[in-house]
Nanobody
Framework: QVQLVESGGGSVQPGGSLRLSCTAS????????IGWFRQAPGKEREGFLC??????????YYSESVTGRFTLQRDYAKNTVYLQMNDLKLEDTAVYYC????????????????????WGQGTQVTVSS
């Protein structure tokens, strides 16, 4: 059974850091691209970051708001992708999701939800002072 599980969310002050995990079961995570989305209160879910498969492991940014602050890393042994978030801001408060499509190894041109068919349950990140 294909499953993605996010973890690592929590509360942090502005300027702080968090590392979220996206762990896969039922398939080898490194063969596919992994997208990250977030949904802030009262807003639609938006895609902001993606990492390609082990062929390149290129990272694609879809949102300028996270460029320079967020990045992704793969841990092949743990079948996990980490989202490292630094210099967190109030507007980063959201539920964070990872997603994949088991037919694609590259990151799509645009971060459309419909391009992903396997999703984690989400993890809450709250940035507050």
């Amino acid at each position: 059974q294909v499953q993605l599980v996010e973890s690592g969310g929590g509360s942090v002050q502005p300027g702080g850091s968090l590392r979220l995990s996206c762990t896969a079961s039922g398939f080898a995570l490194d063969r596919y691209s992994i997208g990250w989305f977030r949904q802030a209160p009262g807003k639609e879910r938006e895609g902001f970051l993606c990492i390609e498969s082990i062929k390149t492991s290129k990272i694609k940014y879809y949102s300028e708001s996270v460029t320079g602050r967020f990045t992704l890393q793969r841990d092949y042994a743990k079948n996990t992708v980490y989202l490292q978030m630094n210099d967190l801001k109030l507007e980063d408060t959201a539920v964070y999701y990872c997603a994949t499509d088991l037919t694609r190894s590259n990151c799509p041109t645009s971060a459309y939800e419909v391009l992903y068919d396997s999703w984690g349950q989400g993890t809450q990140v709250t940035v507050s002072s």
